[in-house]
């Protein structure tokens, strides 16, 4: 591919605070929430100037703490950057909270507030009006220790590793062995992992009852019955309610389901099993090697770009923007945290992905998903404050999603033969029914461990088992690997880092199902359907959003059907 010349972007001009300001510690960014609490608001003109200098004072803040957490996830051995980490949660963010408050407060009550002509500010100031409400000055200390120890799950997740032909290997390259054809090599690796997974078992255990029970007090200092309500209120879920999250697991289990078990019966058929076993799910049915579609982190990056160049010139100049800056770690190593993300940098506007590349399709889909996410970044950079650029993760999850899908029809970057980029587009979209399944049982589980903060430990593994069958083909065999099964919910990183950040995958899915059908019918009204929903940021509601890319924000079991039955019409196609 020629290259092609980008402009970099640089840091936009401070008009606030001082170009050269550094993040060390509190006293020397006090003074700045001090300026914004005693001055003077006169007129409409000054509060907008007041409110961008809050965004200005926001996007630095929120910058430096994700430097910190991207240093500490490329490298869990290091101990000076976790301390880095610490010390700006510990030591920094706690003061930013009562005067994050008070500025609410000053906000809210702000003669001109009502005289503000931008409509975007509407959805902003029904988000800082339910902050307040839910504020606590007492929950302070326990949200910088939640903040801590939620980052332990990473440290001891990073540290999993199997010895694999005299080899120490994390458990994401473990996991690609499991695509191997020899039956007998799967089932060693799977129990391998296994037995690896089994050590952490009481310590993940033990870390997710103290966070529990810390959660749960943050819930009821806020005035609510169960830390679920209270977090629907700060995720700001003005647009559904805990009964449509009721009604989406149903649709799932009702609609999806059916497809997956037939899925599985051609599976153990064309494997020519007796018994399908959790081991046989990831290898090729027609006992085809593993599909590599790159060597090397350096590889997938530029066949990424090549492939976003494909879908819209724009969105491959921002991956060359992201690889000139280097704000790409994608090898999976030892020590580094696991999974994979977008992290957004609101004062340059460029964001940083992260994850663990090992060679394999799922990294194809990794790249493309938190792409999506970066154009996300980019086409919202300029937006006036960085709330407006703070989306909610229904509509961030559309964005990455949907481009998981519609960069499928340009997989040819990455696969030259025609056999293996069939084959790479069945897995997509069989795992992308498989994935609403698993998200509806994660959903449906975190909602029954708020609502019973009292449970035993013995009692969340059952109702994990429980609710997990609830959701899982009958096709496969759990028979003897009960254990295994009742701990499977200890690999859901959102579950320990981000409750309740979940069940947004699940109503993106759907989303980006419908987008991907439009892109299908029309490829460049979709792309200016999608394209525009991204660039309104969070200055509409999500509805307004979805109807924007073109499709419904709907979780009925009637639409449900509709999308999955298109999913499976495609599935045949292939």
Not at 82 to 107: G, M, Q
Not at 164 to 181: F, M, P, R, S, Y
Not at 234 to 246: N, P, W
Not at 450 to 465: F, G, K, L, Q
């Amino acid at each position: 591919m020629e290259a092609k010349p980008i402009a970099i972007p640089g840091k936009p001009v401070r008009h606030f605070l001082p170009q050269d300001l550094s993040i060390d510690t509190w006293p020397g960014i006090e003074s700045y929430f001090k300026d914004l609490m005693q001055r003077k608001i006169s007129s409409v003109k000054d509060l907008e100037k007041w409110l961008k200098d809050r965004s200005e004072l926001e996007a630095v803040i929120s910058e430096e703490m994700a430097w910190r957490y991207i240093k500490m996830t490329c490298d869990t051995t290091d101990q000076e950057l976790t301390d880095s980490f610490n010390y700006f949660v510990n030591e920094i963010e706690p003061h930013i909270a009562p005067y994050n408050n008070e500025l609410n407060k000053k906000l809210v009550a702000s003669e001109f507030v009502p005289k503000l002509n931008k409509p975007e500010y509407l959805i902003y100031l029904r988000g800082v009006k339910k902050a307040l409400e839910i504020y606590r000055e007492e929950n302070i200390p326990l949200n910088t220790k939640i903040a801590t120890d939620s980052q332990k799950y990473g440290a001891i997740a990073a540290a999993m590793t199997v010895n694999w032909k005299g080899q120490e290997i994390t458990l994401q390259k473990a996991a690609n062995i499991l695509k191997e054809t020899d039956r007998k090599v799967r089932e060693e690796i799977f129990f391998k992992i296994q037995e690896r997974k089994a050590k952490d078992v009481d310590t993940l255990n033990e870390l997710f009852t103290e966070l529990l029970k810390l959660r749960h007090q943050v819930g009821v200092n806020a005035g609510f019955k169960n830390y679920r309500d209270y977090k629907f209120a700060e995720l700001g879920r003005f647009d559904y309610t805990v009964q449509d999250c009721f009604d989406f697991h149903k649709s799932i289990s009702n609609e999806i389901l059916p497809i997956s078990e037939s899925i599985n019966l051609k599976r153990k058929k064309k494997l020519n099993l007796d018994v399908l076993k959790p081991w046989d799910m990831d290898v090729d049915v027609d006992g085809k090697a593993a599909l590599m579609p790159v060597k090397t982190g350096a590889d997938l990056i530029d066949r990424s770009i090549e492939c976003f160049y494909k879908i819209r010139n724009s969105f491959g100049e921002y991956l060359e923007i992201m690889k000139s800056m280097g704000h790409l770690d994608l090898e999976s190593r030892k020590g580094k945290a696991p999974g994979g993300y977008n992290y957004p940098l609101y004062e340059i506007g460029v964001p940083f992905i992260f994850m663990n590349s090992v060679g394999a399709q799922r990294d194809v889909i990794t790249m493309v998903h938190e792409g999506g996410h970066a154009i996300h970044s980019f086409v919202t950079r300029d937006l006036e404050i960085t709330d407006f650029k703070s989306t909610p993760s229904e509509v961030a999850e559309l964005a990455s999603m949907s481009m998981e899908l519609i960069s499928m029809e340009h997989w040819d970057v990455f696969y030259d033969d025609k056999d293996e980029l069939k084959r790479a587009k069945q897995e997509q979209l069989e795992q992308t029914l498989k994935s609403l399944l698993w998200i509806g049982a994660v959903d449906k589980f975190q909602h029954w461990l708020y609502e019973n903060p009292d449970h035993s430990i013995s009692d969340r593994m059952d109702t994990w088992a429980k609710t997990i069958s609830e959701f899982s083909s009958n096709v496969v065999d759990w028979k003897g690997l009960e254990d295994i099964r009742k701990r499977g919910w200890q690999s859901q990183l959102h579950i320990y880092e981000v409750p309740f950040y979940y069940i947004e995958y699940g109503m993106a899915q759907l989303g980006a199902i419908a987008v991907w059908r439009n892109y299908k019918n029309d490829p460049e009204k979709a792309l200016d359907q999608y394209e525009a929903a991204l660039r309104l940021g969070y200055t509409k509601s999500i509805p307004e959003i979805y109807k924007t890319a073109g499709v419904e924000f709907n979780f009925s079991q009637s639409y449900v059907k509709e999308l999955a039955e298109f999913v499976k019409k495609e599935l045949d196609s292939l």
